[in-house]
Nanobody, 121 residues
Framework: QVQLVESGGGLVQAGGSLRLSCAAS?????????ASWYRQAPGKERELVAT???????NYADSVKGRFIISRDYAENWVYLQMNSLKPEDTAVYYC??????????????WGQGTQVTVSS
């Protein structure tokens, strides 16, 4: 299995910035294919925020285009989400998820525990 641990959430004023980090680890040989960030606001469904493929292609939800940047460190198996010009409507729990292969389980999807982002107006 692959474990994901997110960090970097917190409380920020509107217009501010936060950088979320997601560290992937496993006791086995593994590699990450696609990596994504999702978010879920209270009373709403979980939604895709951004995705970065293994070859570096990036896609963003329309609501965050031009403000958020997803990136990854291939060597250290980190995934990041730089969030700029934050708005109150960005308030949510943010989840890191990866599609990863490991030497025992093959390809599976894994999720982190989530990190809270709160943007005050």
């Amino acid at each position: 299995q692959v474990q994901l641990v997110e960090s970097g959430g917190g409380l920020v004023q509107a217009g501010g910035s936060l950088r979320l980090s997601c560290a992937a680890s496993s006791g086995r040989i593994f590699s990450i294919n696609d990596a994504s960030w999702y978010r879920q606001a209270p009373g709403k469904e979980r939604e895709l925020v951004a995705t970065v493929s293994r070859d570096g292609r990036r896609n963003y939800a329309d609501s965050v285009k031009g403000r958020f940047i997803i990136s990854r460190d291939y060597a250290e198996n980190w995934v990041y989400l730089q969030m700029n010009s934050l708005k109150p409507e960005d308030t949510a729990v943010y989840y890191c998820t990866v599609q990863a292969w490991d030497s025992l389980n093959g390809v599976n999807a894994y999720w982190g525990q989530g990190t809270q982002v709160t943007v005050s107006s």
